[in-house]
């Protein structure tokens, strides 16, 4: 499934990367990572760390659970807990949560839960009742401080190399090929920006321009808003983030070589080709016959998504990566 972002001649005009790391982005995104298994040695680090803070806090189960309902492992979370496209310090994204329309609340909750179960506070929450926007409002800002505060310089170093980066191919090679090389995208023609996606969206610009967010805590493929009306944003993962590669074994390596051992690890989440010569350091035609090869092997498979070619573990891909067949 594909996220389509439709571009005007206007809109490429209107193409800018957010100036710094967005706390409310990163905090409701870290909560994913909280519950994932860790992608990278940095972030299973970040876990680690992040546990023995929830032992040491007091009482935090009560607005992690709140915080957990909102931002489900998978499906979508509320638009309201990203409040802007210029919000730099949680300070300012809190006020702005608790600043919500009660329309936007309403509409946030029952596209939340519109498939599980809603908890018994939603309907206040969804009516605008202070109590509950304000309960929502400390709940995220506690999750900010124990979550992403503690690693905030380590944040703002990783999305700061990516924006140098971004705009260094802005300057050298434009918006187009900006836009095209972001992570997770898998076609650019020019008008459409494909990505992969839990769901088929497309999303039109109009004129309203696009405000790129790269973030730490994006960890697999970019995210957007729910409500199409909103000033458009796409989240992706800053480089440097991203779960590169899973580990690699001494037995896969000699097993399979040092460089299809990367190749293999490097799609531990499914990678576009373009993609995985990026991760790997080699060119794109490289990257495609170590592909071809673990794919004849079984090892992999490869999926057409528009222009790009998608490729992801088999089940005996996986199972070499986590060591199943190595005693």
């Given at each position: 499934?594909?996220?389509?972002?439709?571009?005007?001649?206007?809109?490429?005009?209107?193409?800018?990367?957010?100036?710094?790391?967005?706390?409310?982005?990163?905090?409701?995104?870290?909560?994913?990572?909280?519950?994932?298994?860790?992608?990278?040695?940095?972030?299973?680090?970040?876990?680690?760390?992040?546990?023995?803070?929830?032992?040491?806090?007091?009482?935090?189960?009560?607005?992690?659970?709140?915080?957990?309902?909102?931002?489900?492992?998978?499906?979508?979370?509320?638009?309201?807990?990203?409040?802007?496209?210029?919000?730099?310090?949680?300070?300012?994204?809190?006020?702005?949560?608790?600043?919500?329309?009660?329309?936007?609340?309403?509409?946030?909750?029952?596209?939340?839960?519109?498939?599980?179960?809603?908890?018994?506070?939603?309907?206040?929450?969804?009516?605008?009742?202070?109590?509950?926007?304000?309960?929502?409002?400390?709940?995220?800002?506690?999750?900010?401080?124990?979550?992403?505060?503690?690693?905030?310089?380590?944040?703002?170093?990783?999305?700061?190399?990516?924006?140098?980066?971004?705009?260094?191919?802005?300057?050298?090679?434009?918006?187009?090929?900006?836009?095209?090389?972001?992570?997770?995208?898998?076609?650019?023609?020019?008008?459409?920006?494909?990505?992969?996606?839990?769901?088929?969206?497309?999303?039109?610009?109009?004129?309203r321009g696009l405000t790129l967010v790269p973030a730490y805590f994006c960890t697999d493929r970019p995210v957007t808003l729910m409500d199409p009306e909103r000033v458009p944003v796409l989240v992706y993962p800053a480089a440097g983030g991203l779960p590169a590669e899973r580990?690699?074994?001494?037995?896969?390596?000699?097993?399979?070589?040092?460089?299809?051992?990367?190749?293999?690890?490097?799609?531990?989440?499914?990678?576009?080709?373009?993609?995985?010569?990026?991760?790997?350091?080699?060119?794109?035609?490289?990257?495609?016959?170590?592909?071809?090869?673990?794919?004849?092997?079984?090892?992999?498979?490869s999926e057409r998504q528009g222009a790009a070619v998608v490729h992801s573990l088999t089940q005996l891909g996986a199972g070499l990566l986590d060591g199943h067949y190595f005693h």
């Amino acid at each position: 499934m594909l996220l389509r972002i439709v571009f005007e001649r206007a809109d490429l005009q209107r193409v800018r990367v957010a100036p710094g790391p967005d706390p409310m982005w990163e905090t409701v995104l870290s909560l994913h990572c909280a519950r994932e298994r860790p992608a990278t040695a940095r972030l299973a680090d970040w876990r680690e760390r992040t546990r023995r803070r929830f032992r040491e806090a007091d009482a935090p189960r009560r607005w992690l659970s709140t915080m957990f309902s909102l931002v489900p492992r998978r499906g979508p979370f509320p638009d309201f807990l990203t409040p802007g496209d210029r919000i730099t310090d949680v300070a300012a994204g809190c006020e702005a949560l608790a600043c919500t329309p009660r329309a936007a609340l309403r509409a946030d909750v029952a596209a939340v839960f519109a498939d599980r179960r809603a908890p018994g506070w939603a309907g206040d929450l969804a009516a605008g009742r202070l109590g509950q926007v304000q309960a929502v409002t400390e709940a995220t800002r506690r999750a900010h401080d124990l979550l992403v505060a503690p690693h905030w310089p380590e944040v703002g170093g990783v999305v700061g190399a990516d924006r140098a980066r971004r705009a260094d191919t802005l300057v050298t090679a434009g918006v187009g090929q900006m836009l095209a090389e972001l992570p997770g995208v898998v076609g650019w023609d020019g008008a459409e920006l494909l990505m992969r996606y839990p769901v088929e969206r497309t999303v039109h610009l109009s004129g309203r321009g696009l405000t790129l967010v790269p973030a730490y805590f994006c960890t697999d493929r970019p995210v957007t808003l729910m409500d199409p009306e909103r000033v458009p944003v796409l989240v992706y993962p800053a480089a440097g983030g991203l779960p590169a590669e899973r580990a690699v074994s001494p037995e896969l390596v000699k097993l399979l070589g040092r460089t299809r051992a990367e190749c293999l690890g490097a799609v531990g989440v499914p990678r576009s080709t373009s993609e995985l010569a990026h991760l790997l350091g080699t060119s794109v035609s490289a990257a495609s016959k170590q592909a071809t090869v673990l794919r004849e092997a079984g090892l992999l498979r490869s999926e057409r998504q528009g222009a790009a070619v998608v490729h992801s573990l088999t089940q005996l891909g996986a199972g070499l990566l986590d060591g199943h067949y190595f005693h």
